[in-house]
């Protein structure tokens, strides 16, 4: 199955402010043979409840859609088809939303969560496309002005051990 493009969720105020700046300046990773590349893949895409739209200050590259009804069903949706979901919101909530839908490390969409503030950013579960993701964006926030703090790495990237395994 190909997966392609980003998702981003925001479900507050400020998690849709904080979207709207992520998905500006947004370089996709994309994982070809365990490669992280800095190639844009596919679509981005920002999904936020409808009044929160206002929030949002976007480049033309970028679609937004609303949230509505069922964030869990928007999720099962997204997780089929997008190759890297990005929660703006607590990883509580993230977690709960994807555990039902993770099937495999190898073939699962990466999912990064980052808090409302934007200084943590967090791969909720351990497989080797969601760290060499998490990777990738601690080098895009060390780029950026206003990027995180923090990218909360995966275990094993200190002992030379690959993140997959």
């Known amino acids: 199955m190909h997966r392609s493009g980003t998702a981003i969720l925001a479900l507050t105020r400020g998690g849709a402010t904080l979207a709207g700046r992520l998905a500006s300046r947004l370089v996709v990773c994309e994982v070809v043979s365990g490669v992280v590349s800095g190639v844009v893949s596919g679509v981005i895409e920002v999904y ?6 206002r929030s949002l200050a976007l480049d033309d590259g970028v679609r937004v859609e609303s949230i509505d009804g069922s964030v869990s069903a928007l999720v099962t949706r997204l997780f089929v088809d997008r190759a890297e979901l990005i929660f703006i919101a607590s990883a509580g909530v993230a ?3 994807i555990a039902p839908l993770l099937a495999d490390k190898t ?4 999912v990064l969560v980052i808090d409302e503030a ?6 909720p579960v351990r ?3 969601r760290c060499q993701c998490a990777r990738a964006a601690d080098r895009r926030s060390a780029r950026s002005d206003g ?6 790495r995966c275990p094993g990237h200190d002992r030379g051990r690959s993140p997959g395994a």
Do not use: W
């Open 48 to 53: 936020v409840q409808e009044r929160f739209h």
């Open 95 to 97: 977690v709960r939303l």
């Open 107 to 110: 073939r699962d969409p990466a």
């Open 118 to 123: 934007g200084r943590f950013v967090v791969p």
């Open 127 to 129: 497989s080797s496309r």
């Open 147 to 152: 990027g995180a703090d923090h990218v909360v």
